[in-house]
């Protein structure tokens, strides 16, 4: 296990584990790694842990992740012999229970055997997963056996979408996934097949992890449901196979290989597909497949990998199924698709065209779209329409959570009310149905804010002259806290001084760095963000989804600095803010207030010389390093009257920020009245 575990282990930051390296010398020896990134044996650190009282016991979650992560063969491999154990559990328990009943040795040698039972029962035979051998099994006994006691006590389905989430959490950038609500979006717009045909058939040719598959097959029994994917990268679809087959009693067909070039389901023809796809892709196979059947509707130009991939989905599909894809919003602009787009309206194939608000799902930067499709058939209507709908007003302020249950409620409604009759009532700015015959000009652009007519101006009379009077109170209020400036010293004052870290050594304050934390329940704190604390914002942040780790929770009187980037700012925390997570980039002080006064503190922090000598340049960000920021020695009467002083700064600050705010309201909603009409000139 590396450092990083360690710390997770014992719920301390990374920098704690490296001073028990130093001031500890019998902290367990590296066993492997490098000389930056050591890797240490488990038992001797757990052993090392309880003695010195650290922790009473490893939880068995994070005992059997550690098995996984220092695993010889690999994470990757190691979550596949997992899986296949949990599988097993799940479907044969009585076969396990025999198994366990074996020694280390007996158990390698048959463990092969009733994996590959359950594994063809399960996924048919020829799934994606290997079956992993008695040698590989062999060094594996600690992992396989934990493996089944985590699924004793938390279930075999929930046991490995932990084991999976933290290999996920722990390797980002190598995959591309869809999040759970995007997912769920999706699902619900696909079930429009499910008519009354009977058993359903869901496909995902590029799965990717299976959260879109997921997502069509809710947990538990459903009756007749098949899901099928394919996935480029073999051993993600091994992994996304087992986390299918564990997650539902659907029918789970997954192959590896590549949809395009290799289709695993060539003449199939299945209810549903939905599909999130690889963007941007040049080398999708434009040379070799350019006589492909598929390209019904014209054959894609290089750079649109993405139409590829709409047309593989609608020749996978029954006819009067339904696909749903994830796509860049270039797809509905760009040129060099545009006799594509084309066609896909004059035969009615393309139904409606989604914009998300930005953050919905990776690329976060851009507000990605949604195609839903519908294979023609004899009920394709002669004049179709297309519906179009734009949820960019949902976009939430800052750093806010996306509202994904106002999303997904406008977005349900409107293609609902499209499916019912052919057409939607019109909402400006929101959603609108156009004639086929509309948008067939040169361009053929299909971005939904370019064809629905603006939304109402918020900038009508009344809401623009309640506005200004906000802004005229808060003008005033900013008048009355403008701080007079009193007569000073022209040498300016010399104080015996001391540092933030000589403090923290006396037992003045008290230091934490904002970390990693996470939440898997409604109940999760909000993160206050560097953003919020340069803006003076409420917490606007929120906890990542996973295993439960505690954050650090900011109190009422704590001093808050960002230690990232140009800035000068230190904010102490209210009885409003307490009780937050303190996020990624963020320092804590938490002074005794018989030794400290907050204000006193905070303001002193914010000096732009105090806080230039505390910066290091070490690359091209500025980073703060807090302890060397300094204080001076006063008596706590003297500290609390430059406190007030403070104080009243701070509230001049905010009343600023408030004028600010309303003023820039005011002057955009202006704009928009004229602009629109809603407001005249005279």
Same mark, same amino acid.
């Given at each position: 296990?590396?450092?990083?575990?360690?710390?997770?282990?014992?719920?301390?930051?990374?920098?704690?584990?490296?001073?028990?390296?130093?001031?500890?010398?019998?902290?367990?020896?590296?066993?492997?790694?490098?000389?930056?990134?050591?890797?240490?044996?488990?038992?001797?650190?757990?052993?090392?842990?309880?003695?010195?009282?650290?922790?009473?016991?490893?939880?068995?979650?994070?005992?059997?992740?550690?098995? !996984?992560?220092?695993?010889?063969?690999?994470?990757?491999?190691?979550?596949?012999?997992?899986?296949?154990?949990?599988?097993?559990?799940?479907?044969?328990?009585?076969?396990?229970?025999?198994?366990?009943?074996?020694?280390?040795?007996?158990?390698?040698?048959?463990?092969?055997?009733? @994996?590959?039972?359950?594994?063809?029962?399960?996924?048919?035979?020829?799934?994606?997963?290997?079956?992993?051998?008695?040698?590989?099994?062999?060094?594996?006994?600690?992992?396989?056996?934990?493996?089944?006691?985590?699924?004793?006590?938390?279930?075999?389905?929930?046991?490995?979408?932990?084991?999976?989430?933290?290999?996920?959490?722990?390797?980002?950038?190598?995959?591309?996934?869809?999040?759970?609500?995007?997912?769920?979006?999706?699902?619900?717009?696909?079930?429009?097949?499910?008519?009354?045909?009977?058993?359903?058939?869901?496909?995902?040719?590029?799965?990717?992890?299976?959260? !879109?598959?997921?997502?069509?097959?809710?947990?538990?029994?459903? $009756?007749?449901?098949?899901?099928?994917?394919q996935e480029a990268d073999a051993d993600l679809a091994a992994l996304t196979a087992l986390r299918l087959a564990l997650h539902s009693d659907a029918r789970v067909r997954v192959h590896a290989?590549?949809? @395009?070039?290799?289709?695993?389901?060539?003449?199939?023809?299945?209810?549903?597909?939905?599909?999130?796809?690889?963007?941007?892709?040049?080398?999708?196979?434009?040379?070799?497949?350019?006589?492909?059947?598929?390209?019904?509707?014209?054959?894609?130009?290089?750079?649109?990998?993405?139409? $590829?991939?709409?047309?593989?989905?609608?020749?996978?599909?029954?006819?009067?199924?339904?696909?749903?894809?994830?796509?860049?919003?270039?797809?509905?602009?760009?040129?060099?698709?545009?006799?594509?787009r084309a066609d896909l309206l004059r035969r009615g194939a393309l139904r409606a065209v989604i914009a998300l608000p930005a953050g919905a799902a990776p690329p976060y930067g851009i507000p990605?779209?949604?195609?839903?499709?519908?294979?023609?058939?004899?009920?394709?209507?002669?004049?179709?329409?297309?519906?179009?709908?734009?949820?960019?007003?949902?976009?939430?302020?800052?750093?806010?959570?996306?509202?994904?249950?106002?999303?997904?409620?406008?977005? @349900?409604e409107a293609w609902q009310d499209f499916e019912r009759s052919g057409t939607v009532e019109e909402k400006p700015g929101q959603r609108r149905s156009l004639p086929v015959i509309d948008l067939?000009?040169?361009?053929?652009?299909?971005?939904?804010?370019?064809?629905?007519?603006?939304?109402?101006?918020?900038?009508?009379?009344?809401?623009?002259?309640?506005?200004?009077?906000?802004?005229?109170?808060?003008?005033?209020?900013?008048?009355?806290?403008?701080?007079?400036?009193?007569?000073?010293?022209?040498?300016?004052?010399?104080?015996?001084?001391?540092?933030?870290?000589?403090?923290?050594?006396?037992?003045?304050?008290?230091?934490?760095?904002?970390?990693?934390?996470?939440?898997?329940?409604?109940?999760?704190?909000?993160?206050?963000?560097?953003?919020?604390?340069?803006?003076?914002?409420?917490?606007?942040?929120? !906890?990542?989804?996973?295993?439960?780790?505690? &954050?650090?929770? /900011?109190?009422?009187?704590?001093?808050?600095? &960002?230690?990232?980037?140009?800035?000068?700012?230190?904010?102490?925390?209210?009885?409003?803010?307490?009780?937050?997570?303190?996020?990624?980039?963020?320092?804590?002080?938490?002074?005794?207030?018989?030794?400290?006064? &907050?204000?006193?503190?905070?303001?002193?922090?914010?000096?732009?010389?105090?806080?230039?000598?505390?910066?290091?340049?070490?690359?091209?960000?500025?980073?703060?390093?807090?302890?060397?920021?300094?204080?001076?020695?006063?008596?706590?009467?003297?500290?609390?009257?430059?406190?007030?002083?403070?104080?009243?700064?701070?509230?001049?600050?905010?009343?600023?920020?408030?004028?600010?705010?309303?003023?820039?309201?005011?002057?955009?909603?202006?704009?928009?009245?004229?602009?629109?009409?809603? /407001?005249?000139?005279?």
């Open positions: 296990m590396t450092a990083a575990g360690i710390a997770r282990l014992a719920g301390v930051g990374r920098a704690a584990v490296s001073n028990w390296r130093r001031r500890h010398a019998d902290f367990p020896q590296p066993v492997g790694g490098t000389e930056t990134s050591p890797t240490f044996y488990l038992g001797d650190v757990e052993r090392w842990l309880r003695h010195q009282g650290k922790i009473a016991e490893v939880p068995l979650r994070e005992r059997v992740w550690q098995h !996984l992560a220092g695993h010889p063969a690999g994470a990757v491999t190691a979550l596949r012999y997992a899986g296949s154990v949990l599988l097993l559990v799940r479907d044969r328990p009585t076969a396990w229970l025999e198994l366990a009943e074996l020694s280390d040795a007996d158990l390698a040698g048959a463990l092969p055997t009733a @994996l590959e039972e359950a594994l063809a029962d399960r996924l048919g035979e020829a799934h994606a997963v290997p079956v992993p051998t008695t040698a590989e099994l062999a060094v594996s006994a600690a992992l396989v056996r934990g493996s089944a006691e985590l699924a004793s006590a938390r279930g075999a389905a929930s046991a490995y979408e932990f084991l999976l989430g933290r290999h996920l959490d722990a390797n980002p950038r190598q995959y591309s996934l869809t999040p759970p609500a995007a997912a769920e979006l999706m699902a619900a717009l696909g079930r429009g097949a499910a008519d009354g045909r009977g058993p359903q058939t869901v496909l995902d040719p590029a799965c990717g992890t299976g959260s !879109l598959l997921s997502a069509a097959g809710p947990s538990g029994s459903v $009756a007749g449901l098949s899901v099928l994917g290989g590549d949809s @395009l070039r290799a289709d695993a389901f060539a003449g199939l023809a299945v209810d549903t597909v939905l599909c999130h796809p690889p963007f941007n892709e040049r080398n999708w196979g434009h040379e070799e497949l350019a006589y492909d059947p598929r390209w019904e509707y014209g054959f894609p130009a290089r750079t649109e990998s993405e139409l $590829a991939w709409v047309q593989h989905a609608l020749a996978r599909l029954r006819e009067g199924g339904t696909a749903v894809l994830l796509m860049p919003p270039a797809v509905a602009s760009r040129r060099s698709g545009r006799r594509i990605l779209h949604l195609w839903v499709l519908r294979r023609p058939g004899a009920r394709t209507s002669p004049t179709p329409h297309l519906l179009l709908v734009d949820t960019a007003d949902l976009a939430p302020a800052g750093r806010e959570k996306l509202p994904w249950q106002a999303v997904t409620s406008a977005v @349900l067939l000009d040169d361009d053929v652009d299909l971005a939904p804010a370019r064809h629905l007519p603006p939304p109402v101006s918020s900038g009508s009379g009344a809401d623009l002259a309640a506005v200004h009077d906000r802004l005229t109170t808060a003008l005033g209020r900013a008048a009355e806290l403008a701080p007079a400036v009193p007569a000073g010293s022209a040498d300016g004052a010399r104080w015996p001084a001391t540092t933030v870290g000589e403090l923290a050594r006396a037992g003045a304050l008290v230091m934490r760095a904002g970390g990693p934390g996470s939440a898997s329940g409604p109940d999760a704190p909000p993160v206050l963000t560097d953003y919020d604390v340069k803006a003076g914002l409420a917490p606007s942040g929120v !906890l990542p989804e996973g295993p439960e780790e505690a &954050p650090v929770l /900011v109190e009422a009187g704590d001093v808050v600095l &960002p230690v990232l980037g140009d800035v000068t700012v230190a904010r102490v925390i209210d009885e409003a803010t307490a009780g937050a997570a303190l996020g990624r980039g963020l320092f804590l002080l938490r002074p005794d207030p018989a030794a400290i006064d &907050p204000w006193f503190l905070a303001g002193f922090l914010r000096g732009t010389a105090n806080q230039r000598q505390a910066s290091s340049y070490a690359s091209t960000a500025t980073r703060l390093d807090v302890r060397r920021l300094q204080v001076p020695r006063l008596p706590l009467a003297d500290q609390r009257r430059y406190g007030d002083r403070f104080r009243a700064l701070a509230d001049f600050e905010e009343a600023l920020r408030v004028t600010e705010r309303l003023g820039t309201s005011l002057i955009q909603g202006l704009y928009d009245g004229l602009t629109d009409g809603s /407001v005249r000139p005279d």
